[in-house]
Nanobody, 115 residues
Framework: QVRLVESGGGLVQPGGSLRLSCVSS????????MKWYRQINGNERELVAT???????NYADSVKDRFTISRKNVWSTIYLQMNNLNPEDTGKYYC?????????WGQGTQVTVSS
């Protein structure tokens, strides 16, 4: 069974930073592409960042140059370093991967950017 557990969310002021983590289990983590999504105001989840098994990354235009996705295979963990946060980044952040012929999602972690 694939399990993903996110952490690191919280309340931060505009311009601040947070680092999210997602620990996985049940898969040979180093072989999998991992992604961060977010859901804002109940809208459809949007792709924020992707990291492939070889470490290649890709970002949504809205977060490019502010967010950085990374992975630590020995710990089966991905990270999302978020800098210069603004209120539009407020939402629930999820990590996901496609494994065993299905998408698996964590429970999400809430990020709130407010003064």
């Amino acid at each position: 069974q694939v399990r993903l557990v996110e952490s690191g969310g919280g309340l931060v002021q505009p311009g601040g930073s947070l680092r999210l983590s997602c620990v996985s289990s049940g898969i040979n983590f180093k072989l999998y592409t991992m992604k961060w999504y977010r859901q804002i105001n109940g809208n459809e989840r949007e792709l924020v960042a992707t990291i492939t098994d070889d470490g290649s990354t890709n970002y949504a235009d809205s977060v490019k140059d502010r967010f950085t996705i990374s992975r630590k295979n020995v710990w089966s963990t991905i990270y999302l370093q978020m800098n210069n946060l603004n209120p539009e980044d407020t939402g629930k952040y999820y990590c996901t991967t496609y494994a065993r012929e299905r998408d698996s999602w964590g429970q999400g972690t809430q990020v709130t950017v407010s003064s």
